[in-house]
Nanobody, 121 residues
Framework: QVQLVESGGGLAQPGGSLRLSCAAS????????MNWVRQAPGKGLEWVSG????????YYADSVKGRFTISRDNAENTVYLQMNRLKPEDTALYYC??????????????WGQGTQVTVSS
C-alpha cells in the first residue's frame, strides 16, 4: 500500500531554515509527480510546491517562491522541501502528496500524516 512519511519539521526562528523529507513506498515513485501542501491552524489546505516525476521542472505557490525549493531523489524514493527565510505565516502542518501522473497538476490521491513546522521567536 502507498505510504508517505514526512519528517524534518520543528521550531524555527523567523529567517531560519528547515528541510523537510518525505519517504515514499508502495508505488513506483519515479513515475509520479510529488507535491507539498500545508494546512495552517484554522485554515484550509494550501498547495505549496510540485515537482515532475523526473525532477525536470518545479512549481511554487507565490507565497513561497524564492524561499522554498522542492527536490527529489528517485533512487531513494524521497522528496524534499528546503525552506529558507521562514516567516511566522509559514507555520503549518506540512504534508507530502502523491500526484496522479508524472505532471504536478495540484491533484493528489495519497498524502502522509504530516510534519509540524512552527516559525516563532
Amino acid at each position: 500500500q502507498v505510504q508517505l512519511v514526512e519528517s524534518g519539521g520543528g521550531l524555527a526562528q523567523p529567517g531560519g531554515s528547515l528541510r523537510l523529507s518525505c519517504a515514499a513506498s508502495g508505488f513506483t515513485f519515479a513515475s509520479y509527480a510529488m507535491n507539498w501542501v500545508r494546512q495552517a491552524p484554522g485554515k484550509g489546505l494550501e498547495w505549496v510546491s510540485g515537482i515532475y516525476s523526473d525532477g525536470s521542472d518545479t512549481y511554487y505557490a507565490d507565497s513561497v517562491k524564492g524561499r522554498f525549493t522542492i527536490s527529489r531523489d528517485n533512487a531513494e524514493n524521497t522528496v524534499y522541501l528546503q525552506m529558507n527565510r521562514l516567516k511566522p505565516e509559514d507555520t503549518a502542518l506540512y504534508y507530502c502528496a502523491k500526484g496522479l501522473s508524472y505532471v504536478p497538476t495540484r491533484e493528489y490521491d495519497y498524502w502522509g500524516q504530516g510534519t509540524q513546522v512552527t516559525v516563532s521567536s
